[in-house]
């Protein structure tokens, strides 16, 4: 079990440098990727992960990291943007354009790329870090617990929403695969501008571990919480 390798995109920092660095504690050969190559340098260095310069919405470095990784057991779709607090009819046309060129277009360019890599696990295993904000079930509850933002962060929310509709698709068709998504809770890192109430983003990485850790009758096709509750929708 020791040759296991992962790799995890946006992982130079926050939750994402906490998966990989826990994948590392794990035993695993993480491919820490990240979009600046001093940044990934220096993250890779500190964990004991490798490198890899990967910006999820340039087809030239996903096609030279894919090209580098002959076989992968786990794929963390982590990076992602939230660039506007806004609700729909506030939302500028190329914020949403470039929302969605991360959170949604990337993770499919990234996820596809890797396939091959992928299929040569015994038990492949793909995160997707999406958000409770994208819940539409919690959106329009009235409770207001479960009504994070009241139709703000249009952009960001509605495309975590497109990236969990993605998660079920992958996962209806790629045999022997775990594709689930990840609800990390509000975190305290730069996309919150260190959100005061927000939680440590390494319990969150717990929560993304363990669905890159599940067995083979473990669950495919979720969404789930930090904490390994369900997320409805
Ligand atoms: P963060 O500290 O801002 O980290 C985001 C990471 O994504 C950074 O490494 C960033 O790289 C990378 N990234 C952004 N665009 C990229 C691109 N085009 N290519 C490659 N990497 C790119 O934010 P975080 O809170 O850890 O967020 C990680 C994930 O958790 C995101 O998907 C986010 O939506 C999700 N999430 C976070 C919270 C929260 O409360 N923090 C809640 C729900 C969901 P650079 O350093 O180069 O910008």
């Known amino acids: 079990?020791?040759?296991?390798?992962a790799l995890v995109t946006g992982a130079n920092k926050g939750i994402g440098h906490h998966i990989a660095r826990l994948l590392v504690a794990e035993g695993f050969t993480v491919h820490v990727a990240a979009r600046d190559p001093e940044l990934g340098r220096r993250a890779a260095e500190e964990i004991g992960g490798r490198p890899l310069v990967l910006d999820v919405t340039d087809p030239g470095t996903i096609a030279d990291a894919a090209a580098r990784i002959d076989r992968l057991d786990v794929l963390v779709n982590n990076a992602g943007i939230a660039p506007s607090m806004a609700p729909p009819a506030g939302t500028d046309l190329d914020e949403l354009r470039r929302t969605f060129e991360t959170n949604v277009f990337g993770v499919v360019a990234v996820t596809n790329a890797f396939l091959p890599a992928l299929?040569?696990?015994?038990?492949?295993?793909?995160?997707?870090v999406s958000s409770g904000t994208a819940s539409l079930t919690w959106?329009?509850?009235p409770n207001p617990q479960?009504?994070?933002?009241?139709?703000g962060a249009a952009a960001y929310r509605s495309s975590?929403?497109?990236l969990n509709a993605l998660t079920v698709f992958y996962a209806l068709t790629l045999?022997?695969?775990?594709?689930n998504a990840l609800a990390p809770g509000l975190r305290s890192t730069d996309l919150t501008?260190?959100?005061?109430?927000?939680?440590?983003?390494?319990?969150a990485a717990e929560g993304a571990v363990r669905l890159a850790l599940l067995p083979d009758d473990g669950p495919t096709g979720g969404f789930f919480s930090w904490d390994g509750s369900p997320v409805p929708w």
Do not use: C, Q
Request: charged share 25%; glycine share 14%.
């Open 1 to 5: 079990m020791n040759d296991r390798t």
């Open 119 to 128: 299929r040569g696990s015994a038990h492949p295993r793909i995160v997707n």
């Open 139 to 141: 959106s329009t509850n």
């Open 146 to 151: 479960f009504a994070p933002g009241h139709g």
């Open 160 to 162: 975590k929403a497109a």
């Open 175 to 179: 045999d022997g695969f775990k594709v």
């Open 193 to 203: 501008a260190r959100a005061a109430a927000g939680g440590d983003p390494a319990e």
